[in-house]
Protein backbone atom coordinates (compact mmCIF):
# COMPACT_ATOMS: atom_id res chain seq x y z
CA UNK A 1 0.00 0.00 0.00
CA UNK A 2 2.98 2.20 0.07
CA UNK A 3 3.97 4.56 2.75
CA UNK A 4 0.84 6.03 5.51
CA UNK A 5 -0.28 9.19 3.97
CA UNK A 6 -1.04 11.88 6.24
CA UNK A 7 -4.08 12.10 4.52
CA UNK A 8 -5.68 8.95 6.11
CA UNK A 9 -3.35 8.15 9.22
CA UNK A 10 -2.74 11.62 9.86
CA UNK A 11 0.27 13.59 11.40
CA UNK A 12 0.07 11.03 14.75
CA UNK A 13 0.30 7.96 12.31
CA UNK A 14 2.27 9.24 10.16
CA UNK A 15 4.82 10.28 12.19
CA UNK A 16 4.81 6.71 14.21
CA UNK A 17 5.29 4.98 11.08
CA UNK A 18 8.42 7.15 10.55
CA UNK A 19 9.62 6.24 14.20
CA UNK A 20 9.11 2.53 13.27
CA UNK A 21 10.90 2.55 10.44
CA UNK A 22 14.26 5.27 11.57
CA UNK A 23 14.67 2.71 14.24
CA UNK A 24 14.86 -0.46 12.52
CA UNK A 25 18.51 -0.53 12.78
CA UNK A 26 18.58 -4.21 12.97
CA UNK A 27 16.39 -4.24 9.52
CA UNK A 28 18.49 -2.49 6.94
CA UNK A 29 16.71 -3.91 4.17
CA UNK A 30 13.60 -2.47 5.56
CA UNK A 31 14.58 0.64 6.47
CA UNK A 32 15.98 0.99 2.83
CA UNK A 33 12.36 0.23 1.43
CA UNK A 34 10.69 2.39 4.11
CA UNK A 35 12.84 5.51 2.81
CA UNK A 36 11.60 4.61 -1.39
CA UNK A 37 8.03 4.61 0.08
CA UNK A 38 8.74 7.73 2.57
CA UNK A 39 10.83 9.79 -0.77
CA UNK A 40 7.35 9.44 -2.74
CA UNK A 41 5.22 10.37 0.14
CA UNK A 42 7.15 13.46 0.43
CA UNK A 43 7.19 14.39 -2.71
CA UNK A 44 3.26 14.31 -2.68
CA UNK A 45 3.16 15.72 0.21
CA UNK A 46 1.86 13.28 2.45
CA UNK A 47 4.97 12.86 4.92
CA UNK A 48 7.31 15.37 6.55
CA UNK A 49 10.54 16.14 4.98
CA UNK A 50 11.91 16.42 7.87
CA UNK A 51 11.51 12.97 9.05
CA UNK A 52 12.89 11.59 5.81
CA UNK A 53 15.95 14.06 6.25
CA UNK A 54 16.67 11.72 9.39
CA UNK A 55 15.67 8.62 7.78
CA UNK A 56 17.89 9.44 4.97
CA UNK A 57 20.84 10.14 6.98
CA UNK A 58 20.31 6.59 9.19
CA UNK A 59 19.94 4.87 6.35
CA UNK A 60 23.14 5.84 5.27
CA UNK A 61 25.17 5.54 8.40
CA UNK A 62 23.51 1.92 8.52
CA UNK A 63 24.99 1.02 4.94
CA UNK A 64 28.27 2.35 5.48
CA UNK A 65 27.91 5.76 3.96
CA UNK A 66 28.36 9.17 4.89
CA UNK A 67 24.71 11.26 5.57
CA UNK A 68 23.81 14.41 3.94
CA UNK A 69 21.83 16.18 6.78
CA UNK A 70 23.78 15.76 9.48
CA UNK A 71 20.90 14.18 11.80
CA UNK A 72 22.79 11.44 13.13
CA UNK A 73 25.20 12.06 16.01
CA UNK A 74 27.80 10.57 18.31
CA UNK A 75 28.79 11.81 21.51
CA UNK A 76 32.59 12.34 21.96
CA UNK A 77 34.21 13.04 25.01
CA UNK A 78 30.81 15.02 26.29
CA UNK A 79 30.42 16.58 22.83
CA UNK A 80 28.28 16.75 20.22
CA UNK A 81 29.60 15.33 17.04
CA UNK A 82 27.79 14.28 13.74
CA UNK A 83 28.81 11.35 12.31
CA UNK A 84 30.89 11.96 9.05
CA UNK A 85 28.98 13.92 6.12
CA UNK A 86 28.84 13.39 2.61
CA UNK A 87 29.67 17.85 1.71
CA UNK A 88 30.53 19.03 4.36
CA UNK A 89 30.37 22.13 3.22
CA UNK A 90 26.59 22.39 1.95
CA UNK A 91 24.97 20.10 5.16
CA UNK A 92 23.67 23.95 6.02
CA UNK A 93 22.20 24.46 2.75
CA UNK A 94 20.97 20.66 2.48
CA UNK A 95 19.51 21.55 6.32
CA UNK A 96 17.42 24.38 5.64
CA UNK A 97 16.46 23.17 2.12
CA UNK A 98 14.28 20.43 4.25
CA UNK A 99 13.04 22.68 7.35
CA UNK A 100 15.92 21.21 9.61
CA UNK A 101 17.73 24.02 12.01
CA UNK A 102 21.17 25.01 11.62
CA UNK A 103 23.88 22.49 12.25
CA UNK A 104 25.49 24.42 15.12
CA UNK A 105 22.09 24.84 16.73
CA UNK A 106 20.91 21.11 16.87
CA UNK A 107 24.56 20.49 18.05
CA UNK A 108 24.07 22.39 21.07
CA UNK A 109 20.87 20.97 22.19
CA UNK A 110 22.60 17.70 21.91
CA UNK A 111 25.06 18.66 24.30
CA UNK A 112 23.91 18.25 28.02
CA UNK A 113 22.48 14.58 26.90
CA UNK A 114 26.61 14.25 25.78
CA UNK A 115 28.13 15.96 28.81
CA UNK A 116 25.81 13.79 30.79
CA UNK A 117 26.65 10.76 29.21
CA UNK A 118 30.04 11.35 29.61
CA UNK A 119 30.08 11.88 33.15
CA UNK A 120 27.71 9.05 33.71
CA UNK A 121 29.71 6.28 31.09
CA UNK A 122 32.23 7.95 29.37
CA UNK A 123 31.31 6.41 26.27
CA UNK A 124 31.22 7.05 22.30
CA UNK A 125 27.38 6.67 21.59
CA UNK A 126 25.26 7.79 18.46
CA UNK A 127 22.18 9.55 19.04
CA UNK A 128 19.71 10.61 16.67
Known amino acids: HGWPP ?5 DDG ?3 AWLIAQHSDLDVEFQARALELMRQAVDDGEADPTELAYLEDRVALNQGRPQTYGTQIACVDGRAEPSELAD ?3 VEELRAEVGLQPLDDYLA ?4 ACQEE ?3 AG ?3 PTG
Do not use: K, Q, Y
Open 109 to 112: ELEP
Open 14 to 16: ATA
Open 6 to 10: RSLVG
Open 118 to 120: AGA
Open 123 to 125: GDE
Open 88 to 90: PDR
